[in-house]
């Protein structure tokens, strides 16, 4: 399984953006498709995941009510729209995939498959 994020950039305070993750490979088997984020200094955190078999979507408290992850299945990519972004948004976005769902979802030491990453950056 092959991922690829983009979407990331430059929006002030209040904006929206909206990322993509567009996977390729033995995709159909993939059950987890999951948005980290990583600041400078600290660890990569969860921000949301969708567990594509019963079509469910999690979140992280800190982006509930702002942030929604959506797909496209014909194309193969979910997509993370961010609304209302706060400079506490700014961060490295990665998408990452696994086979089967965890209920530990939110560690990023159970995914097998990362894409590359994509900068937000918000300013106030």
């Known amino acids: 399984v092959q991922l690829q994020a983009s979407g990331g950039g430059l929006v002030q305070a209040g904006g929206s953006l909206r990322l993509s993750c567009a996977a390729s490979?033995?995709?159909?088997?993939?059950?987890?498709i999951v948005w980290f984020r990583q600041a400078p200094g600290k660890e990569r955190e969860f921000v949301g995941g969708l567990r594509r078999s019963l079509r469910r979507t999690y979140y992280a408290d800190s982006v509930k009510g702002r942030f929604t992850i959506s797909r496209d299945n014909a194309e193969n990519t979910v997509y993370l729209q961010m609304n209302n972004l706060k400079p506490e948004d700014t961060a490295v976005y990665y998408c990452?995939?696994?086979?089967?769902?965890?209920?530990?979802?939110?560690?990023?030491?159970?995914?097998?498959?990362w894409g590359q990453g994509t900068q937000v950056t918000v300013s106030s």
């Open positions: 990452g995939a696994r086979i089967n769902w965890n209920v530990d979802y939110a560690n990023p030491r159970h995914y097998d498959y």
């Open positions: 490979g033995r995709t159909f088997n993939t059950d987890a």
